[in-house]
């Protein structure tokens, strides 16, 4: 846990640990847990907007290349509904 003779020179010098270099990545979740929080929920959102944006789509084209596809008209086009 304590740094060696050779890390402290490395310090005192201005230099970085290689140790410390290669786990900063998960230590900053661990140090700002808000921002670990924060950047699994907007990953959570981007990919349900993702899932939302490819099921629509998927069942646009699904409306258009069915067999009664002669009657459809897109939402753009239909002047809104209700």
Do not use: C, W
């Not at 304590?2 to 290669?22: E, N, T």
């Not at 258009?64 to 209700?82: A, I, N």
């Amino acid at each position: 846990m304590f740094p060696s003779p050779a890390s402290r020179i490395a310090l005192s010098s201005g230099g970085v640990p290689s140790s410390a270099s290669s786990s900063s990545s998960p230590r900053l979740f661990v140090r700002h847990p808000r921002l670990a929080i924060f950047t699994f929920a907007l990953a959570g959102v981007g990919a349900t907007f993702k899932y939302v944006s490819t099921t629509i789509r998927n069942n646009e084209l699904a409306q258009k290349s069915s067999p009664g596809s002669q009657f459809y008209v897109s939402v753009d086009r239909s002047g809104g509904g209700v």
